[in-house]
């Protein structure tokens, strides 16, 4: 009986993976060091590693007169930022962004409302269908596709002349700033192609965060004679808006940091991206190019930490 009690549970084993097991078997801090070991190197050294290096070039200037890069650390690069043309691309991003999680947050919630109450069993996987489709076609086909549709020779401006609406649509393309020759060259083009890309983001952590509210406390409110505007203000819209954040933190980040879609959709003036790929790119103005990309890194640094204050990371 003394004997057995003092065998181990797994006698050693002569090969070497058999040792290698049982040395991890026994010792499970450094099994979870060799698992978490080359995710946590990759995080820290490729990621974070790029992410120093670039706020790094960003403290550097370039000469005027070489086009060579100063490698001595100053504030110049950033004074730059604030000059007009750089700070109304920057203003400018900030509210097309704003613009676009504000609206796609408006036609996602009644959406995500329908597939949280109302749709069961095969409505529920046509719901999801319908809102991973366009996410499983190319990226890129669907910006041009709406290139087609916006254009002036397109099925929409097509569907206003025949319905006798044309002159709603050049109403509102004569109109300054959102305006243009068409819709694929405007700010509108760019904010409907930016809303419909992005819009499956939005809606399924609301939908995620409306499955979690209790039916009966929506029946509770209405047992307590509260009328149905009382009850979304003041049960259903503060239970789901940790959902809401949850989305505006994808749209909101995806918009301040995509460059493709105003290139191709919209006008001439630049976003943060398109300036960014500018100034690395034909410019060859690095620090300045590093300078912009650390501003949306601020911008949604700031941002996270309000929707991790919001509990929208609960519905992600």
């Given amino acids: 009986m003394t004997i057995a009690a003092t065998q181990p549970i797994l006698p050693n084993r002569p090969r070497l993976t058999g040792r290698i097991s049982d040395f991890l078997w026994k010792h499970p801090q450094v099994l979870l060091a060799v698992l978490l070991g080359p995710p946590v190197l990759w995080l820290g050294i490729i990621y974070l590693g790029s992410l120093f290096a670039l706020l790094l070039q960003s403290f550097f200037s370039i000469d005027d007169f070489s086009g060579l890069i100063n490698y001595e650390f100053t504030l110049a690069t950033y004074k730059q930022l604030l000059s007009d043309a750089n700070f109304d691309i920057i203003v400018r991003t900030v509210l097309m962004a704003a613009t676009v999680t504000l609206f796609s947050a408006l036609i996602a919630f009644p959406i995500a409302y329908y597939a949280a109450r ?3 069993g095969k409505w529920k996987a046509v719901f999801y269908l319908g809102v991973m489709l366009p996410l499983w076609s190319s990226y890129l ?5 709406w290139k087609l549709i916006l254009a002036k020779e397109g099925i929409l401006t097509w569907a206003f002349t025949k319905l006798n609406l044309l002159w709603l649509l050049d109403g509102w393309l004569s109109l300054p700033v959102i305006g243009g020759n068409s819709l694929s060259v405007s700010y509108t083009g760019t904010f409907l192609v930016f809303v419909y890309v992005w819009m499956p983001f939005m809606i399924l952590p609301i939908q995620a965060a409306l ?8 029946e509770a409110s209405s047992d307590l004679g509260g009328t149905p505007q009382q009850t979304f203000r003041h049960v259903l819209f503060p239970l789901a808006l940790p959902g809401i954040v949850a989305g505006s933190i994808f749209t909101f980040s995806l918009t301040l940091g995509d460059y493709i879609i105003p290139q191709i959709v919209g006008s001439s003036r630049l976003f943060i991206g398109q300036a960014v790929y500018a100034q690395q790119g034909t410019a060859g103005n690095i620090p300045l190019a590093a300078a912009f990309t650390v501003v949306p890194i601020i ?18």
């Fill in 299 to 316: 911008i949604m640094g700031l941002y996270l930490w309000m929707a991790k204050r919001m509990g929208a990371f609960d519905a992600l």
């Fill in 211 to 218: 499955e979690r509210i209790p039916a009966n406390l929506i």
């Fill in 118 to 120: 109302y749709a069961r």
């Fill in 141 to 145: 086909v669907k910006i041009y596709a």
